[in-house]
Every structure is written in structure tokens, then in C-alpha cells.
């Protein structure tokens, strides 16, 4: 089966930068993704890494080990915005197409 | 465009009370999902259809049918609700192949008393 660990809270304040972890356990492994929501609205994706290394996307960025079976989220010049809930997703594959498995989510809140 | 809409957006039943939850996209993606959400709980994976024609099982299809209409559309079904049905639903669409990049509606939030 596929299983995902991810921190249920961080705190930072504006302007630092918070990484958020994410470890899994999967057969077949395609990537990682990772979602945002804000609170009582639908997720929205940010980001996909299938090989090693960092993706950047603006003040977001993501890292891919598939050795380590582990990737993170980072943040950076965090904004009272980015307070959300962050959920890391794997695909999985199997005999009718693909579809994603999702952690239980980070939920990250900015102070001033 | 109007992307992935639900239908409706809020809904109460009782015990035993059946009903469809409605999802279309506009994008001309292959692929649609139905996810529910319960605190702490994150996206847990219903339904899904990988193509218009087929729909396979996800984590807890238990309590649940769908159908894909047609290439919009895709529906839920609770045959006979039960509290531990409610939660908020989210319906997903995404182009074939491209699984990791989903689209999501606002969500159905459904209370099953």
C-alpha cells in the first residue's frame, strides 16, 4: 500500500522561511506533489517533482530524494497569505489508470 | 471558464436518505476523481475515472457508486446516507496522464444526521 507522514503543525512568522517534510512508502513511485488549502476552500495544486533535486516556483520551492523516499516543501518571505494547510500526494497506479494518495495534510500558521 | 463546479454546495440529510453529488469541468480532461475530507483526516481518494467509460475504486469506496455521464461530467451517489458519511466532498479533473496536476472544485459540504 502507499502511506505518507508529514508534520501536522508548523508556526513561523512573516518574512522566515519554513520547510515542511514529507516521507512515503509506495510501490511504483511516479512522483511527488504538493497542495494547498486555505481553510474552507478546495486544494490548489504548487508543485511536482518526479526527479532529484529542487524545483522553483517563485517563494516556493520543492525537493525530491527518491533514495530517501523524501521530499520537502519550502517556503520562503513568508506572508500572513501562506497560512494554510499544505497535503504531499504520491501517485498510484494500478490496473484502471493513475490516481494521487494524499497525506493528511501540514497545517502552517503565520504570525506577525 | 468556469473549471470544476459542484453541485450543491451544502446539503443536510437523515439516516437512510439517498442523493447525488454533481460534478462537471469544462477543461476537456480525461480524468475526474471524488475525494472526501474529514478533519485531520486529509484527501482520502472515493472514486475515480481514468477516461470517460471507466471508474475503478480509490481508499473507501464502502457506501458509495458513481457514474461518468459522459466526458464533463461525474457523479456520487450515497445510496442510503449514514453519519459517517458527513464530511466536505471534493470533486478533482485532471488531463490524462498529467495525475498529478489536479483541479478541484469548492467542495460539497454534506451533514448526515
Known amino acids: 500500500g502507499q502511506s505518507l507522514e508529514q508534520p501536522s503543525e508548523v508556526t513561523a512568522v512573516e518574512g522566515a522561511i519554513v520547510q515542511i517534510n514529507c516521507t512515503y512508502q509506495?510501490?511504483?513511485?511516479?512522483?511527488l506533489s504538493w497542495y494547498q488549502q486555505h481553510d474552507g476552500g478546495a486544494p490548489t495544486f504548487l508543485s511536482y517533482n518526479a526527479l532529484d533535486g529542487l524545483e522553483e516556483t517563485g517563494r516556493f520551492s520543492s525537493f525530491l530524494s527518491r533514495s530517501d523516499s523524501y521530499g520537502y516543501l519550502l517556503l520562503q518571505e513568508l506572508q500572513m497569505k501562506d497560512s494554510a494547510s499544505y497535503f504531499c500526494?504520491?501517485?498510484?497506479?494500478?490496473?484502471?489508470?493513475?490516481?494521487?494518495?494524499f497525506g493528511k495534510g501540514t497545517t502552517l500558521s503565520v504570525s506577525s | 471558464n468556469a473549471g470544476v463546479t459542484q453541485t450543491p454546495k451544502f446539503q443536510v440529510l437523515k439516516t437512510g436518505q439517498s442523493m447525488t453529488l454533481q460534478c462537471a469541468q469544462d477543461?476537456?480532461?480525461?480524468?475526474m476523481y471524488w475525494y472526501r475530507q474529514d478533519p485531520g483526516m486529509g484527501l482520502r481518494l472515493i472514486y475515480y475515472s481514468a477516461s470517460e467509460g471507466t471508474t475503478d475504486k480509490g481508499e473507501v469506496p464502502n457506501g458509495y457508486n458513481v457514474s461518468r455521464l459522459n466526458k464533463r461530467e461525474f457523479s456520487l451517489r450515497l445510496e442510503s446516507a449514514a453519519p459517517s458519511q458527513t464530511s466536505v466532498y471534493f470533486c478533482?479533473?485532471?488531463?490524462?496522464?498529467?495525475?498529478?496536476?489536479?483541479?478541484f472544485g469548492p467542495g460539497t459540504r454534506l451533514t448526515v444526521l
Open positions: 500526494a504520491v501517485s498510484h497506479n494500478n490496473q484502471a489508470g493513475t490516481a494521487l494518495i
Open positions: 477543461m476537456n480532461h480525461n480524468s
Open positions: 478533482a479533473s485532471s488531463r490524462q496522464g498529467d495525475t498529478d496536476t489536479q483541479y
Open positions: 509506495t510501490s511504483g513511485f511516479y512522483g
